[in-house]
């Protein structure tokens, strides 16, 4: 920061400079932080500033600005955009790479819906479209809403923005009273080039690919900016609908376009899967001369009744399926080989490499995966890339697709150079020092030395606040790395003691750099909301080995509470017996994943952590979703003999989606036994136990309307 006259010292004219450099820079970096996201002032110096400005108008009431920064506290540059909850979730769509995977795509429907391969069935083929997804909300015909899809469940709010956009609609004639049409948001090649050219002459910044192009342009706080650059939008999908807009995909994307909309004119049906890869040819081919980004071709059941039925699993639709067109390929020097230490101590080799551009993007380092990577060869010792090696002074290629970590793909052996060595992997921890094994069957070498290992703790506590887990605003990586050097956070359990520790903490985080008043009670602030914390969340910011994001919803679904999993987990702890059996009988939970949870909850000092932890929390109950009304919320159901009218797999999604447990197994917990054709020694049971048996007509009828 320059030199500053001390604000008593200050003379009229000079008071009157200084508010509107104030106000200047005060305007550029709330830009950059909620605009670019890309900060450039620490929260101290922001603060800072912000001090001097007040200063300056109390002395000087009369020269306070129309924009004066200290009209614009907390609320816009704290908040950027408000949030938007979306009524029905933007969901994501599963890859598929391979043609091959197409034709799994296929059978794994006919499958679930027990459609014979005989049997037709339609599916839509357009193009992917690389831009950002947005939700468009109108009613009565009117634009009322545009929301970013953000996580999926809570988007922001661009309404002003989305307005401005040529593509899409102000209103809408003949539109049911309430429609939520669904899109992407891009920019086209020429465009982003003319736009670049013109930032670049203005001294402003360039975008590294027409993606992030569009969507630094609509995230922008002054809907003036985004009217100057050119986005447009093409509608593929939607959200709430008073009635569906038609019996097709195909028919639905015809409406969205009588209803004034862009949609893409390379979407066509396609009446199985050879069909499907010769229409994703077809767009593969033009992909150069469409004149924007498409990253794949995306597949779609156009059967709605049948999108219905097949339902999601987690964020991805059943019924949908994303074919990537493969990752973009360059060449560059391989400078080094570093090794990172993960949360659960695997050690991963990082390729540092010579900068090259990959698809639009600068890439500087790649991932080498594990040992068996850089020696030329799979897990099962299977030779990869001819087995040829990896060695440091390589030349390599890099490969990259869409957001996917770069990675090595091989190696250009006439380049190398005669001096060089074979990359000898540690089996010691870089970090700690510890032994770093590798147990028979894992591809990866882990660091032994548990949280004693700075590295593994560290990556917990991040994970432990990462999106997704505790999500805690104002504690991300760089804090908690700031955190655990000070040592004023070892373990989770810590950051819901730093305020009481500090007395009121704020005193003493202010004094660090890059903390000031506002960020420091911010920060107390935010811990304090996620005291209260559902369940899964729980499960997965633990960062327990294998227990991933879904599996931890699913479990937390299963078990429904803390001291019921608590006490499930100590049960099963000697890895057999009826809590086990309960354990791996969760949809999606195999025994190596319920051996590493049981581990952690038995593992005495992990234990310890959990416990200390625990005790800071109010730990929400999940509830089963949608169950209101459902007559079989609660209910243990067991289904036996053959079902007619819809697979094993479909009826039991169904079931547990209004509430009820499917079990594989009659026991006295078992309220319903719905018994097809062909049932056996459950129904038997089920009828020695007095249990309710149905048969799939009467288990129909019995959720009909739910
Ligand atoms: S359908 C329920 N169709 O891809 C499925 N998505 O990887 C909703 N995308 O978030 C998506 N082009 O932003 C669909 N023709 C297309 C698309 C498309 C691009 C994006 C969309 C989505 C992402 C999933």
Known sequence: MTAEIAVDALRVKEAEAELARLAQLLKAANQAYHAEDNPDLSDADYDQLKRRNNAIETRFPDLKRSDSPSDQVGAAPADGFSKVKHAVAMLSLSNAFEDDDVVEFDARIRKYLGIPQDSPLAYTAEPKIDGLSLSLRYENGVLVQAATRGDGEVGENVTSNARTISDIPQTIAKAPDLLEVRGEVYMGHADFEALNERQTAAGG????????????????????????????????????????????????????????????????????????????????EQRATLGYDIDGVVY??????????????????RWAIAHKFPAELAWTRLEGIDIQVGRTGALSPVARLHPVTVGGVVVSNATLHNEDYIAGRDSKGVEIREGKDIRVGDWVQVYRAGDVIPKVADVDLSKRAEDSVPFRFPDLCPQCNSEAVRESGDAVRRCTGGLICPAQAVEKLKHFVSRGAFDIEGLGAKQVEQFYTDKWITEPADIFTLKARFGSGVQQLKNREGWGDKSASNLFDAIEEKRKIPLDRVLFALGIRHVGDSASSLIALHYGDWPTLNAAMQEAAGQEGPAWDDLIDVDGVGAVMAGSLVNAFAQARERASIDRLVAKLDIQPVARPDTQGSPVAGKTVVFTGTLEKMTRAEAKARAERLGAKVSGSVSAKTDILVAGPGAGSKAKKAADLGIKTLDEDGWLALIAGA
């Not at 779609?300 to 639709?317: A, N, S, Y």
């Open 205 to 284: 910044k360039t975008f590294a690919n027409p993606r992030n192009a569009a969507a630094g342009s609509l995230r922008q706080l002054d809907p003036a900016i985004t009217k100057s650059r050119p986005l447009l939008f093409f509608a593929y999908a939607w959200g709430v609908l008073p009635a569906p807009l038609a019996k097709t995909q195909k028919a639905a994307i015809d409406q969205l376009q009588a209803f004034g909309f862009s949609t893409n004119p390379l979407t066509a049906l396609c009446d199985g899967p050879r069909q499907m890869v010769a229409h994703y040819r077809m767009i593969e």
């Open 300 to 317: 779609k059941v156009d059967d709605l009744v049948l999108q219905d039925r097949l339902g999601f699993r987690f964020t991805t639709p």
